[in-house]
């Protein structure tokens, strides 16, 4: 199982990225896929996640209005469009996996309930 991470780097607050997560190694399509972030000191928390059946979709309200999550089960690819980009923004982003179906458009399963993970890919906002 691989979940390899990419688009990260660093950014002009207002400024945009496309963070890509390439998945192999399982049957992408049955899980819900889901971006979380972590930053120096502060614990993970989840930015936004999207089902695998009906592409319901679930963002944190840090993140909502600004972020834009959606995925290609053809490509095994989940994507995070980022706009508005803010200093606190700033954060090792992370994709992760999951087979179990309780999250949804209201409610993101803690992290540790994950089945898979990427290495992560720095996202940094300064100017």
């Known amino acids: 199982v691989q979940l390899v991470e990419s688009g990260g780097g660093l950014v002009q607050p207002g400024g945009s990225l496309r963070l890509s997560c390439a998945a192999s190694?399982?049957?992408?399509?049955?899980?819900?896929m889901s971006w979380f972030r972590q930053a120096p000191g502060k614990e993970r928390e989840g930015v936004s996640g999207?089902?695998?059946?009906?592409?319901?979709?679930y963002y944190a309200d840090s993140v909502k209005g600004r972020f834009t999550i959606s995925r290609d089960n053809a490509k095994n690819t989940v994507y995070l469009q980022m706009n508005s980009l803010k200093p606190e923004d700033t954060a090792l982003y992370y994709c992760?996996?999951?087979?179990?179906?309780?999250?949804?458009?209201?409610?993101?399963?803690?992290?540790?309930?994950?089945?898979?993970w990427g290495q992560g890919t720095q996202v940094t906002v300064s100017s």
């Open positions: 190694g399982f049957t992408f399509s049955s899980y819900y």
């Open positions: 999207i089902s695998s059946s009906d592409g319901g979709t």
């Open positions: 992760a996996a999951d087979r179990d179906g309780n999250n949804s458009p209201t409610y993101l399963r803690p992290w540790w309930e994950y089945d898979y």
